[in-house]
């Protein structure tokens, strides 16, 4: 059994200028004669401390998945064998964590186990999708041409997942911001102005009163509302987890939204045409390839509605005909698919409606984007600007009637 890899940080000299890094095996001295070797004069050498808390580092991410598909499609392409080209990605890694979890593929696929079956032991990173079609192109003898599609649907699928949360994130960030300034200003502030005004011994107007009364709510049951947050934060990721019918109703109701339901309409269409376009090209048959394209819909009308497309064309049903009957597709999509199946060419039309949808969506960010600053301008002037009215209208009547 191999002995445990461990790694070392280091500081010293190189060609005279000052130098440091991290080198990995199981035997510091050795490690330090590479060192030697390679021009640099250690003056400090030592175990890579370990997180305080024990936490494994960072996470592995879909992006950093698709970072080690390309990597490895490259390197096939080049004319690398499997073991050997495993082993170098590994090395080229930063993330120790993805380092970790090459090098244990790479042990599997040394001791004769292939490569698909190797990727179905770690699922929490490589989903049925990616396996199936890695296994595909190993029966077919075409890994590294299969790997760079791949490599090329998962670039696609982060790249439109961060356009959407993008979309998402913005309005979000920006009205929690503007609650927070909000209730800063009505805690801390108003008060400052309720003390001024029991001085005065006149009537206050009604829209000071208004904001006096919430300010004074706020001070004695804050946390009320804190907790109410945070319950009802808590209360939606429980009920996403254990209630399909819950999950069902809000993506339903969120696809129907403007603006933000069309960016998400037109991502789900995106997502269904690339992942169908990338199986089906793989090689992988048409009714399986829809069971991979149901799970990856991310949209749960979605997965149910080609889960009945797949049980249609399991009947001899047409794609682009059970596609229609969902009512659930963009005339486009429907078009496409049609010329696709017609034409032979399947794949090439969805990954044209692919693009075509990633595009739209693209397009919608960077709109949306443009219509929220005047509308952010505007949400902030109600906000702050109506708090602040309210607070010097007595003070503008009080001179007034001076």
């Known amino acids: 059994m191999a002995a445990k890899e461990i790694t070392y940080v280091w500081k010293g000299t190189k060609k005279g200028q000052k130098a ?23 003056t400090n050498f030592k175990r890579k401390p370990q997180p305080l808390f024990g936490g494994g580092g ?61 990727l179905v032991k770690h699922p929490e990173y490589f989903d049925n999708l990616y396996c199936s079609l890695i296994e595909a192109g190993e029966q077919a003898g075409a890994l590294e041409t299969l790997l760079a599609r791949v490599a090329t649907y998962k670039e696609k699928a982060e790249e439109l997942k961060k356009k959407i949360k993008k979309a998402l994130s913005y ?22 102005f309720a003390t001024t005004f029991s001085s005065f011994g006149a009537e206050l107007p009604a829209f000071t009163l208004f904001v006096l009364g919430i300010s004074e709510s706020l001070q004695a049951t804050w946390y009320l509302y804190v907790a109410g947050v945070f319950g009802l934060g808590f209360m939606h990721k429980q009920l996403t987890i254990k209630s399909k019918k819950y999950v069902a109703l809000m993506d339903g109701n969120i696809i129907k939204m ?23 090209a793989a090689g992988v048959p048409l009714v399986e390839a829809l069971d991979s394209v149901a799970g990856a819909a991310g949209n749960v009308i979605y997965e149910n509605g080609i889960n009945k497309i797949q049980e249609d064309v399991t009947g001899g049903t047409p794609l682009n005909v059970a596609m229609r ?38 397009d919608a960010v960077d709109n949306l984007t443009a219509m929220l600053e005047p509308f952010i301008m505007s949400v902030l002037a109600v906000l702050v600007g109506g708090i602040l009215i309210a607070m010097y209208l007595p003070i503008f009547q009080l001179g007034a009637v001076m």
């Open 20 to 42: 440091q890094g991290e080198v990995t095996g199981d035997n510091p001295t050795i490690l330090k004669t590479q060192l030697r070797r390679q021009g640099v004069v250690v």
């Open 58 to 118: 960072k996470k592995i991410t879909n992006a950093d998945i698709a970072i080690f598909t390309r990597q490895m499609a490259t390197m096939l392409r080049a004319g690398v064998p499997l073991v050997q080209a495993l082993g170098m990605v590994a090395e080229g890694l930063k993330h120790p964590n993805l380092e970790k979890l090459v090098k244990e593929i790479e042990e599997e696929v040394a001791s004769g186990t292939p490569f698909a079956s190797a």
């Open 171 to 192: 309005p979000i960030a920006v009205l929690v911001i503007a609650c927070i300034c909000t209730g800063i200003l009505l805690v801390k502030v108003v008060p400052q």
């Open 258 to 280: 403007p603006v933000i339901g069309d960016i998400l309409y037109n991502g789900v269409i995106a997502r269904f045409a690339r992942t169908l376009s990338t199986t089906f």
């Open 325 to 362: 009957s969902s009512g659930l597709f963009p005339p486009l999509a429907l078009q496409m698919t049609s010329i696709g199946e017609e034409s032979g060419a399947l794949d090439d039309m969805l990954e044209r409606v692919a693009t075509h949808y990633e595009g739209a969506v693209d």
